[in-house]
């Protein structure tokens, strides 16, 4: 399995507190990505890094902020967390960029 | 806006059959095409991937076809095995956008015994 994690793995918390969730990898994968899943939703792109410090929105970005500041962390906060960000929250990393994404196992998300 | 579509009802097939899982796009003209397994709980897991001018890919019991006519690719499981029971996801990059890729709400698959 690819080595990728995602911490933590479950989170409770309340509308209007910032959250950060963690994704660290030790494959040297230049992509990352962030995506939220949600029932009848299927997977949707946050946002996803192209390199440390190069960052980009996918289709869900509102209230959410990334950060990448070594080739292996790509933190995902939410500013003010909202009932509509409760979610399950996956990384990935990509080698060559949209082939092949590995997945980490997911953040339960739940904000009250 | 491109527009990818799964079966998302479950489908249940006996055991030794082959099962045959649907994605139609609508809207663009991906290059490839990936496919995915996603158990409960977990992240995916990325099985095939099949570019435009290959018309089918293979890895044991499982094949992919794309048909960029019909805009629409399949996926077969031969000699289906209660392990198989997963969700698949079919996954096309995003319309212009590079180094990004979409993902279709997936077909649940059930392989009875």
């Known amino acids: 399995d690819a080595g990728i994690t995602q911490s933590p793995r479950h989170k409770v918390t309340e509308?209007?507190?910032?959250?950060t969730l963690r994704c660290h990898q030790t494959e040297n994968h230049r992509y990352m990505y962030w995506y939220r899943q949600d029932p009848g939703?299927?997977?949707?792109?946050?946002?996803?890094s192209y390199g440390v410090k190069d960052t980009d929105k996918g289709e869900v970005s509102d209230g959410y902020s990334v950060s990448?500041?070594?080739t292996e962390d790509f933190l995902l906060t939410l500013e003010s967390a909202t009932s509509s960000q409760t979610s399950v929250y996956f990384c990935a990393i990509s080698e060559t960029g949209d082939e092949k994404l590995f997945f980490g196992s997911g953040t339960q998300l739940s904000v009250l | 806006?491109?527009?990818i579509e799964q079966n998302s009802e479950a489908l249940n097939i006996q055991e030794g059959k082959t099962a045959t899982l649907t994605c139609n796009y609508t809207n663009y003209s991906p290059a490839y095409l990936q496919?995915?397994?996603?158990?409960?709980?977990?992240?995916?897991?990325?099985?095939?991937l099949i570019r435009e001018n290959e018309k089918e890919?293979?890895?044991e019991r499982l094949k992919v076809t794309f048909d960029t006519t019909l805009k629409q690719s399949l996926f077969h499981i031969t000699a289906s095995q209660p392990a198989d029971s997963a969700t698949y996801l079919c996954a096309p990059p995003y319309s212009?956008?590079?180094?990004?890729?979409?993902?279709g709400?997936?077909?649940?698959?059930?392989?009875?015994p």
């Open chain 2, 35 to 48: 496919w995915y397994r996603q158990d409960p709980g977990r992240g995916p897991v990325f099985l095939l």
């Open chain 2, 96 to 103: 212009g956008g590079y180094q990004k890729v979409t993902f």
């Open chain 1, 41 to 48: 939703h299927g997977l949707r792109l946050i946002h996803y």
């Open chain 2, 105 to 112: 709400t997936g077909t649940k698959l059930q392989v009875i």
């Open chain 1, 15 to 19: 509308t209007g507190t910032p959250v």
């Open chain 2, 1 to 3: 806006s491109q527009k």
């Open chain 1, 68 to 70: 990448r500041s070594k």
């Open chain 2, 57 to 59: 890919k293979r890895k």
